[in-house]
C-alpha cells in the first residue's frame, strides 16, 4: 500500500534530503489535501517538533481532521500521544522517546501501550548505517535497528522504518535490509526513504511492506 507523506515544517508543507536539506516546499494544503483523501492512510510528521525548534500543531489538527492519518513528530510523552489520538487520527508515531540513557526504553513503550492501546501506536525505527537514529535525525544511537525491533513488538502495532541514508534522494530503497527487517517482526511493516517509483511500491507490497512516499510524489514521479 502507497502512504503518502506530509512533512510540516515553518507552517509549510516541505521535503528535505536525509533530513537536513530543504528541497521543495509547499503552502497548496487543500490540492494535496484533495488529491490525497482517497487514500486509506496518510503519514504527518511536524520536523519542527520533531527538532524541538517550534511546532506546527494547529495545521497538524487541521490536516488530521481532513485526512486518515498517522501523525508523528515530537511525541515524546504519553499526554502528548493522548492529545494526538484526541485528534481523532488513527495511530501516533513514536520515536525518540523509546530510547533514553543510551538503551531501549522498554518502561515507556509498555506504559504507552497501557494507557493509549498498542493498535493505536507505530514505533518509529529511523535507521542511519543500520542503527537507530533520533532526536530528529540528529543523534545516531549504537542500538542495532534489528535489535529496536524485536524489543519493541509486543507494545505497538507497526514499525515504521526510515532508510535515512537514502532518504529524499530518489535512488531507491535497500530492499535486503527491508527484508530482513520484515521478517523479525510479526507487526505491520511500512518502510519509507528514497523510494522512487510505482513498481518499487509493488515490490514492497509484494513482501508485505507499505511505502511512505513523499519526493516522488511532490516531483511528479509517482502519479496521485
Do not use: H
Not at 513514536?94 to 518502561?107: E, F, K, M, P
Amino acid at each position: 500500500m502507497l502512504i503518502p507523506s506530509i512533512d510540516l515544517m515553518g507552517g509549510k508543507i516541505v521535503q528535505l534530503v536525509q533530513g537536513e536539506r530543504k528541497a521543495l516546499e509547499f503552502t497548496n494544503f487543500q490540492e494535496w489535501v484533495d488529491r490525497f483523501a482517497k487514500y486509506p492512510l496518510v503519514q504527518l510528521i511536524d520536523l519542527d517538533a520533531a527538532m524541538g525548534r517550534g511546532s506546527n500543531a494547529g495545521l497538524v489538527g487541521d490536516l488530521a481532521r481532513q485526512l486518515p492519518c498517522q501523525v508523528g513528530g515530537g511525541i515524546r510523552s504519553l499526554e502528548a500521544a493522548a492529545s494526538m489520538l484526541e485528534l481523532g487520527t488513527q495511530r501516533v508515531i513514536v520515536g525518540s522517546s523509546l530510547i533514553a540513557g543510551g538503551v531501549i526504553n522498554i518502561g515507556f513503550a509498555r506504559m504507552l501501550a497501557e494507557k493509549c492501546g498498542p493498535e493505536k501506536l507505530v514505533f518509529a525505527a529511523d535507521s542511519r548505517g543500520g542503527f537507530v537514529s533520533i532526536k530528529g535525525w540528529k543523534e545516531t544511537t549504537a542500538i542495532p535497528t534489528l535489535a529496536f525491533i524485536k524489543a519493541l513488538e509486543p507494545f505497538c502495532a507497526a514499525f515504521l522504518y526510515t532508510n535515512i541514508d537514502t532518504e529524499g534522494l530518489l535512488q531507491g530503497i535497500p530492499l535486503d535490509m527491508i527484508r530482513e527487517l520484515r521478517s523479525a517482526t510479526s507487526r505491520r511493516f511500512i518502510a519509507a526513504g528514497g523510494i522512487r517509483s510505482e513498481e518499487e511500491v509493488e515490490t514492497l507490497d509484494k513482501m508485505g511492506v507499505d511505502a511512505v512516499v513523499g519526493m516522488a510524489i511532490y516531483c511528479g514521479m509517482i502519479k496521485v
